[in-house]
T-cell receptor, first 113, second 112 residues
Framework: NAGVTQTPKFQVLKTGQSMTLQCAQD?????MYWYRQDPGMGLRLIYY???????DKGEVPNGYNVSRLNKREFSLRLESAAPSQTSVYFC????????????FGSGTRLTVV | DAKTTQPPSMDCAEGRAANLPCNHS???????VYWYRQIHSQGPQYIIH?????ETNEMASLIITEDRKSSTLILPHATLRDTAVYYC?????????????WGAGTKLIIKP
């Protein structure tokens, strides 16, 4: 099915470990986004990529890095995980037309112990 | 982006219309109103958006007041599967993308 695919779906890390969350979309969208969602809260933007080759910080970028590998793929890296980064991470994409808004992946549930 | 205000929770009987209000009194002229919903902890799902005029699609209707300071999302015949958190967001296109600022939303519970 067309859409946004995130891997992995679940992950447990120890404090200080690193990992990369993967995201790929097959809708030929230009823009891609990484959000985090803490319990009972709305989504907060970590980083976004308006187009291939560009990335920009969002509301909560500290502790994260991103790579827009190509038009399809946008990865999020935690270099040294901290318990405060325990959250659900969502990747999303959008095209130049706003008709269908954002398309979201199913999320990665990350626990840092 | 304009801040939106929504009630934290609402109930609605199954089969009735669910009307979800949203205030966005500081919305600017080029900002659209978007509605998304999130079922359990799944990724949010786009519902509808509008600028000035009322909009309707297969999922819902969006009523925007003439001064654009508030809007209402209407689910005409709510079902149990409509139980979700509904987010109202005001946002505009910037730098070839759309950045949306999310609040806590309204938790809608549909009761049998």
């Amino acid at each position: 099915n067309a859409g946004v695919t995130q891997t992995p779906k679940f992950q447990v890390l120890k404090t200080g470990q690193s990992m990369t969350l993967q995201c790929a979309q097959d809708m030929n969208h230009n823009s891609m986004y990484w959000y985090r969602q803490d319990p009972g809260m709305g989504l907060r933007l970590i980083y976004y990529s308006a187009s291939e080759g560009t990335t920009d910080k969002g509301e909560v970028p500290n502790g994260y890095n991103v790579s827009r590998l190509n038009k399809r793929e946008f990865s999020l890296r935690l270099e040294s995980a901290a318990p405060s980064q325990t959250s659900v991470y969502f990747c999303a994409s959008s095209g130049l037309q706003i008709n269908y808004g954002y398309t979201f992946g199913s999320g990665t549930r990350l626990t840092v112990v | 982006d304009a801040k939106t205000t929504q009630p934290p929770s609402m109930d609605c009987a199954e089969g009735r219309a669910a009307n979800l209000p949203c205030n966005h009194s500081t919305i600017s002229g080029n900002e659209y109103v978007y509605w998304y919903r999130q079922i359990h902890s799944q990724g949010p799902q786009y519902i509808i958006h509008g600028l000035k005029n009322n909009e309707t699609n297969e999922m819902a209707s969006l009523i925007i007041t003439e001064d654009r300071k508030s809007s209402t999302l209407i689910l005409p015949h709510a079902t149990l599967r409509d139980t979700a958190v509904y987010y109202c967001i005001a946002g505009a296109r910037r730098d070839s993308n759309y950045q949306l600022i999310w609040g806590a939303g309204t938790k809608l519970i549909i009761k049998p």
